[in-house]
C-alpha cells in the first residue's frame, strides 16, 4: 500500500518539521551559552496559551495576536536569563546547576499555566483545508510548518555567517572570554540569544498551538523531542540540530509501523539514549567542547 | 481527630520521602553522580511491589524488598552504560532513563492498565499511627545504613571519586565498580519508599513518573545540602511543611496542586542563585 507509506514519510517530514522550529532555538542557545535551557519549551508552551487568550478569548486581529505573541515569547525568554541564568553565570555555576535551573524553570511556567488556563485541553480554531498529494493527506497548517522551518533556517545561518552580530554570537560560544578582550560584551550577546532563539521558540509555539492541540505539558514534551533532534544532529551546530529532528520524526513515524503508536515517545528516548551513549556529539560529529 | 490524622499523613509523606532524598543524595552528593531519573527507580519499586503482592499474592514485606531489588537491578543496568558520561549527558541519560519508564508505565496495558493505573493495592496495617511507625523504623535505618556507609572505606572511595576520579582511578580504586554499587545502593532505597509509598496511597498510575516530582526531590536535596544525610532528611521536612498553610487558605484543589509546584521550583531557583549549598551541604553541584 504505498499510499499509507508516503502517508508515514509525510507525517515524518511534518513532525521533524515540528521538532526542527523547537530544536534550531534549544540549540542556538546551548552552542553560545553552553548549557541546556529545557525552559525553552516553557516558552513555547505559555506563548501558544498567549495566542489562544488574544486571538480566541479577546478575539483581537489573528495576525495581531500572532505578532504580540512573538513579543511575548522574546520577552518571556530575555527575562529567564535575566531573573536565573545570569546571576547564576555571576557566581560561575557548572553547567549541571544551569540545568536544573533550567527544569525548575519549566516546571515553574508549567505550574503557572496549569493555575491560569486550567487542565483542559484548548484548540485555536482555524481554516485549515487538506490537501492530497498521491493518496496522502497534509493540510495548510502543515505545509506552512514545513515552509516556516525552512525559511526560518536560512535565515539563521544567514545571521550567523553574515551579521556582525551572527559573529559576535560565534565569538561568545567559541571562547568568551577571548570575544571579550575584543571587545565583545557576552551578556549582551547572551541577551540577543535568549531574544532570537524564544522568538523561535515563540514562532513553534504559534504554529504548534494553531496545528495541534493546547495542554499544559506540551512545552516538556516537545522540548525533549527538539532536543533529542538536537543530540541526534549536534546540539552544537542548528544545521545538524535540525538535520536530526527530521531523522527523529521520520523513525519515529516509520516505526510505528512495526509498533503501537504509544510507543512513538519511547522511540525518540532509545534514540536519544543511543545517540549520548555512542555518539554524544550527534552525526554532524562536531567536538563538543568542554564548558 | 481530623487534624491528628492529617499531621499522622504529612508524617508518613515526611518519612517515605526522606528516604528517597537520602538515597538520592548518596548518588549525586556523595558519589557525583548527577541523576534526574530517581524517580524512575521511585515508580519502579511501587509497581513492582504492587503487582507482586496483588497478581502473585507474595506478603507483603516480601513484595517490598522485591520492589527495592528490582530497583536496585534497573539501578545497576543504568549505571553501566551510562556511569562513563559526564556531568550534562549522564543528567540527560538518567532523566531520559525516569521518561522510558512512565512510557513503559502507559504503554504496557497488559502489566500496568496504562494510564487507568492499578487500583486496590493492599495496605500493609489498616491503622495509620501503626504504619507511621513502621515507616519511620524504616527511614532511621536508611539514615544509618547511609550515614555508616559515608563513613566507610567504600564511601570515602565514592567521594575522591566525586572529588577527583582520575585521582581515585590512580590511587587503584575501580571508580566505575564504586560508581555503579552507589548508584545500585540508591535505587535499592528509592524503590523501597516506591513500594511503601504504593501500599500506603493504594493507587498508582504512570503519573508516578513526572517531572514535577524530579523537581520536588531535588528542591529536597539541595535544601538540605549535598553530602549530608543529615540535611536531606531536613530538608525534606521543611519543603513538606513550607506549602502546607496554603491547604488551610482554602484555595480550589484546581490550584492548589500548581500552587505546590511553584513554590518547589521558586524555592529550588532561590537556594541555587543566593544559597547553592542549602543548609548543610559539603560540596557544590558539579
Known amino acids: 500500500m504505498p499510499s499509507i507509506a508516503l502517508q508515514l514519510i509525510l507525517n515524518g517530514l511534518i513532525a521533524g518539521a515540528v521538532y526542527a522550529l523547537v530544536a534550531s532555538g534549544f540549540s542556538l542557545i546551548y552552542s553560545v551559552t553552553k548549557f541546556m535551557h529545557f525552559a525553552h519549551g516553557a516558552v513555547l508552551a505559555i506563548a501558544a496559551y498567549a495566542l489562544f487568550t488574544l486571538a480566541v478569548s479577546a478575539g483581537i486581529n489573528f495576525y495581531a495576536a500572532i505578532l504580540l505573541t512573538l513579543v511575548f515569547a522574546c520577552i518571556v525568554g530575555v527575562l529567564m536569563d535575566w531573573a536565573v541564568y545570569r546571576p547564576l553565570r555571576k557566581r560561575k555555576a557548572s553547567s549541571a546547576v544551569l540545568l536544573i535551573a533550567s527544569i525548575a524553570l519549566m516546571t515553574l511556567v508549567n505550574a503557572i499555566v496549569l493555575a491560569v488556563w486550567g487542565a483542559d485541553v484548548k484548540t485555536i480554531p482555524t481554516i485549515n483545508p487538506v490537501f492530497d498529494v498521491l493518496g496522502a493527506r497534509i493540510t495548510l497548517v502543515q505545509v506552512i510548518i514545513i515552509a516556516v522551518s525552512a ?18 554570537m560565534r565569538a561568545v560560544a567559541d571562547n568568551k572570554d577571548v570575544a571579550q578582550t575584543v571587545g565583545i560584551n557576552p551578556e549582551r550577546i547572551y541577551t540577543w540569544t535568549f531574544i532570537i532563539g524564544s522568538l523561535l521558540a515563540g514562532v513553534a509555539g504559534v504554529l504548534i498551538g494553531i496545528e495541534q492541540n493546547l495542554y499544559p505539558q506540551m512545552g516538556v514534551s516537545l522540548v525533549i523531542k527538539g532536543f533529542t533532534g538536537a543530540v541526534i544532529g549536534s546540539l552544537v551546530s542548528v544545521p545538524g540540530s535540525v538535520l536530526g529532528s527530521f531523522i527523529l520524526g521520520l523513525v519515529e513515524n516509520i516505526g510505528i509501523w512495526w509498533l503501537p503508536s504509544g510507543y512513538k515517545d519511547a522511540i525518540a528516548f532509545v534514540l536519544l539514549f543511543i545517540f549520548l551513549l555512542f555518539r554524544p556529539t550527534g552525526l554532524l560529529g562536531v567536538k563538543v567542547r568542554e564548558a | 481527630m481530623a487534624f491528628v490524622n ?51 499474592g507474595w506478603p507483603l514485606w516480601l513484595s517490598i524488598l522485591a520492589g527495592g531489588s528490582v530497583a536496585m537491578i534497573a539501578g545497576i543496568l543504568l549505571a553501566l552504560p551510562t556511569t562513563r558520561l559526564k556531568g550534562d549527558y549522564l543528567a540527560l541519560a538518567t532523566l531520559g532513563f525516569a521518561f522510558i519508564m512512565g512510557s513503559v508505565a502507559r504503554n504496557w496495558t497488559e502489566l500496568t492498565r496504562g494510564a487507568l493505573g492499578i487500583p486496590g493495592i493492599p495496605k ?56 555503579i554499587s552507589a548508584l545500585g545502593i540508591s535505587a535499592f532505597f528509592a524503590g523501597i519508599a516506591g513500594a511503601l509509598f504504593s501500599h500506603y496511597i493504594t493507587f498508582i ?41 496554603l491547604r488551610f487558605i482554602g484555595f480550589p484543589s484546581s490550584i492548589l496542586g500548581p500552587m505546590r509546584e511553584i513554590i518547589f521550583a521558586l524555592i529550588l531557583l532561590l537556594i541555587l542563585i543566593y544559597r547553592p549549598r542549602g543548609l548543610f551541604g559539603k560540596v557544590d553541584l558539579a
Open chain 1, 151 to 168: 525559511i526560518l533556517l536560512l535565515a539563521l545561518w544567514f545571521l550567523m555567517k553574515r551579521t556582525k552580530l551572527g559573529k559576535a
Open chain 2, 6 to 56: 492529617y499531621l499522622i499523613h504529612l508524617a508518613i509523606l515526611i518519612g517515605m520521602y526522606s528516604i528517597l532524598t537520602v538515597a538520592l543524595n548518596f548518588a549525586v552528593g556523595f558519589t557525583g553522580l548527577l541523576n534526574l531519573g530517581h524517580i524512575g527507580f521511585f515508580g519502579i519499586g511501587a509497581y513492582a511491589s504492587a503487582l507482586l503482592a496483588l497478581q502473585l
Open chain 2, 124 to 179: 500493609i496495617v489498616s491503622d495509620n499511627t501503626q504504619f507511621l511507625i513502621i515507616v519511620l523504623i524504616i527511614a532511621v535505618i536508611t539514615y544509618i545504613v547511609f550515614f555508616m556507609l559515608s563513613r566507610s572505606r567504600f564511601g570515602k572511595a565514592c567521594q575522591a571519586i566525586r572529588d577527583d576520579e582520575l585521582a581515585a582511578k590512580m590511587l587503584g580504586k575501580n571508580t566505575f565498580l564504586h560508581k
Open chain 2, 205 to 245: 498510575d504512570p503519573s508516578i513518573f513526572g517531572l514535577g516530582d524530579i523537581i520536588l526531590l531535588f528542591s529536597m536535596l539541595i535544601v538540605g545540602g549535598l553530602g549530608s544525610v543529615k540535611g536531606s532528611a531536613i530538608g525534606t521536612i521543611v519543603l513538606f511543611l513550607i506549602p502546607e498553610p
